[in-house]
């Protein structure tokens, strides 16, 4: 038996659209850290966080429609503060963008050499101003 795709067993969202959808039901920030290759569902998971932080040359892509399917893991609902013309075409054409054009259009928050130190010491400062 496979996946039921059209149970909406996580509120709005199905099994497989949680992944990144679950971000946004989380009660504290969720801060995204990412390198390298981001991909695909790849985006919509990074997309679901509150801050997004990626390394300079990290490379993007909405590949989605390359395959003939739409991105249907949250997609535009995720992609809020996004130019919706840049998002529109990036989806749609499926083409590589650079992170200093994720940037721009509003994709990822800041770019940082170490991703991942970044968001661990953005976390612990945001945590130092909620003493409970």
Same mark, same amino acid.
Not at 50 to 66: C, G, K, M, S, Y
């Given at each position: 038996?496979?996946?039921?795709?059209?149970?909406?067993?996580?509120?709005?969202?199905? *099994?497989? &659209? &949680?992944? !990144?959808?679950?971000?946004?039901?989380?009660?504290?920030?969720? =801060?995204?850290?990412?390198?390298?290759?981001?991909? %695909?569902? $790849?985006?919509? =998971?990074?997309?679901? $966080?509150?801050?997004?932080?990626? &390394?300079?040359?990290?490379?993007?892509?909405?590949?989605?429609?390359?395959?003939?399917?739409?991105?249907?893991? %949250? %997609?535009?609902?995720?992609?809020? %503060?996004?130019?919706?013309?840049?998002?529109?075409?990036?989806?749609?054409?499926?083409?590589?963008?650079?992170?200093?054009?994720?940037?721009? !259009?509003?994709?990822?928050?800041?770019?940082?050499?170490?991703?991942? !130190?970044?968001?661990?010491?953005?976390?612990?400062? =945001?945590?130092? *101003?909620?003493?409970?």
């Amino acid at each position: 038996a496979g996946l039921d795709l059209t149970a909406r067993s996580h509120g709005p969202a199905n *099994r497989v &659209q &949680q992944v !990144a959808w679950g971000w946004r039901t989380l009660p504290v920030p969720v =801060i995204a850290a990412v390198h390298g290759v981001v991909f %695909g569902g $790849a985006t919509q =998971i990074m997309a679901g $966080a509150d801050i997004r932080l990626a &390394q300079p040359a990290t490379r993007f892509a909405i590949r989605e429609v390359h395959w003939g399917i739409v991105p249907d893991m %949250g %997609g535009f609902a995720l992609w809020r %503060g996004v130019r919706e013309d840049v998002l529109r075409e990036w989806v749609y054409t499926a083409r590589e963008f650079d992170a200093a054009e994720a940037q721009a !259009a509003g994709f990822v928050t800041r770019l940082v050499e170490d991703p991942r !130190a970044e968001a661990l010491m953005l976390a612990a400062r =945001i945590a130092e *101003r909620s003493p409970s």
